[in-house]
């Protein structure tokens, strides 16, 4: 079998893998991504893209039902979940398109196949067992949905997100294990399609990650939706019975039997690492993931890792930019090292919830003297006009410094609002430049001003 070589050989052709490549490509590197499935990985064809079609076509039977509140009345209206299930995969097949004509372009071979790194500078490809050498190989081979003990995904009864966004049907009832953003997602999804939905969390709220003040509004607005939730409460026991599946839950030790047509299990992914030769290899692996340093070096010279494979930060544009870190690492251009704290991290429900940096919690642990600026879009002139004005912007100021430290925001179309905070954050710019900067009006984006001005005790408009 012929070896072929190349400067850089990328595992995984996700939103890390692909990115990389077009990078390494851009810098003169000829680069190769060995990709077993999809290019686009999980974000475009079993994660963000399709998940953010469905919730579009949620949004707009949402729309319709509370049209009376614009004053139009529609008397009888049909939903047909398949076909938002067919509008999703159209939109994936249309980016999938895309990203295979950014790979011809940019002139990157991309082989079909299962990759296992044989020796530090060579990787084996299966079928097939073509070899492949580079001095420097990227790991991105992603994460895949977790069980739990008692509650294995089986793809029928107890799916993962992966079965549910091909699911033509509304499975109802539902119960959704996690409340993480990918668990309350489909709880949307599923809520505005009638379906009787219940969310199982653990901890003690909705998208626990989260500062808690956006967790409590967050959660009246699922109680205002009509999606139910038990937190606090673990699954004790599954019983399959024929095609419905039984759980019994514990709430602090208060017993709850449940009955569902599914359970969505939404409690996290785990890292791909198995048969990748890691372990012959000696690649160091935290807590299952691999461990990388700021420019996603492993302890292993030559070897990078990005994306979920070293959970940082399960995102895909985390992975895309730390693809690029590593690329650039690669070629000697010393970039930037990534701050997470200046990563946006969003969730896509109604209202929708992003953040950025430390909650108000976190902050006041570390001891700094802090401030918080808070504005409401129920002041906010474009939020009323949509008729969308729940939530608000909450802003956590270093109070000697003027670092912005977090910010939290819920509300309508809030994770398109984080673009500005990220570059604030990044900037290191201050509440009071961030609040010079001149909001159009009437926008969204006052809020984020307002809620600047609050923690410097200026604010105009309440
Ligand atoms: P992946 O996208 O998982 O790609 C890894 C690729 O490697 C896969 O294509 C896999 O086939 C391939 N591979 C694995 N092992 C091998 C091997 N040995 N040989 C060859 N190929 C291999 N993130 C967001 O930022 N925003 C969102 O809105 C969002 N929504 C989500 C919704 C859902 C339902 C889910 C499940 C996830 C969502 N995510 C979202 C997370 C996002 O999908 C991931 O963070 C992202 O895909 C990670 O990119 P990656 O390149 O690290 O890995």
């Known amino acids: 079998m012929s070896t072929s070589e190349f400067d850089l050989i990328i595992i995984g052709g996700g939103p890390g893998g692909y990115v990389a490549a077009i990078r390494a490509a851009q810098l003169g590197l000829r680069g190769v991504v060995v990709e077993r499935d999809r290019l686009g990985g999980i974000c475009l064809n079993w994660g963000c893209i399709p998940s953010k079609a469905l919730l579009q076509n949620a949004s707009v039977v949402e729309t319709i039902q509370h049209a009376s509140d614009f004053g139009v009345q529609i008397q009888s209206f049909s939903i047909d979940f398949s076909a938002a299930i067919m509008r999703s995969r159209t939109v994936v097949t249309k980016l999938l398109k895309g990203v295979e004509f950014l790979m011809k372009k940019n002139k990157i071979e991309v082989i079909k196949g299962d990759a296992t790194l044989t020796e530090r500078d060579r990787v084996e490809v299966q079928p097939g067992g073509r070899a492949l050498t580079a001095k420097n190989i990227i790991i991105a081979t992603g994460a895949r949905g977790r069980s739990i003990s008692g509650l294995t995904i089986d793809g029928r009864q107890v799916i993962s997100s992966r079965e549910a966004l091909e699911l033509a049907e509304v499975p109802d009832p539902i119960v959704i294990v996690g409340a993480s953003a990918v668990g309350m997602e489909f709880a949307t999804i599923y809520r505005s399609y009638g379906a009787e939905v219940t969310v199982i969390e653990m901890l ?147 209202p929708q919830v992003a953040s950025l940096g430390l909650t108000e919690a976190q902050a006041r642990e570390t001891g700094r003297e802090i401030c918080v600026g808070k504005f409401p879009f129920r002041a906010n002139g474009k939020a009323l006009g949509i008729n969308e004005y729940e939530g608000f912007v909450k802003l956590i100021v270093d109070k000697k410094r003027g670092e912005i430290l977090g910010a939290h925001l819920i509300g309508p179309e809030v994770t398109e609002l984080t673009g500005e905070l990220s570059l604030a954050k990044s900037a290191e710019l201050t509440p009071m430049q961030l609040a010079h900067a001149v909001h159009a009006h009437p926008t969204l984006t006052e809020v984020i001003a307002e809620a600047a001005l609050a923690s410097l005790g200026q604010v105009i408009h309440a």
Not at 239 to 251: F, M
Not at 274 to 296: I, M, S
Request: glycine letters at 6%; charged letters at 25%.
């Open 204 to 350: 003690p709220h909705l998208l626990p990650k989260e500062d808690e003040e956006v967790s409590f509004e967050f959660e009246k607005a699922m109680k205002k939706a009509d999606i139910k939730f038990r937190v606090n409460t673990k699954v004790v026991q599954a019983t399959r019975l024929g095609d419905k599946i039984q759980l019994e839950v514990s709430t602090n030790g208060r017993m709850e039997t449940i009955h569902a047509q599914r359970v969505l299990m939404a409690v996290g992914v785990q890292p791909n690492v198995e048969n990748l030769g890691l372990e012959t290899l000696g690649v160091e692996l935290e807590r299952g993931a691999v461990k990388v340093d700021d420019y996603c070096r492993t302890n292993i010279p030559g070897i990078y890792a990005i994306g979920d494979v070293t959970m940082k930060l399960p995102l895909a544009h985390v992975a895309s930019a730390q693809g690029v870190v590593a690329v650039e690492t690669i070629a000697g251009k010393e970039p930037r090292a990534l701050n997470y704290n200046n990563i946006p991290r969003c969730t896509y429900t109604r």
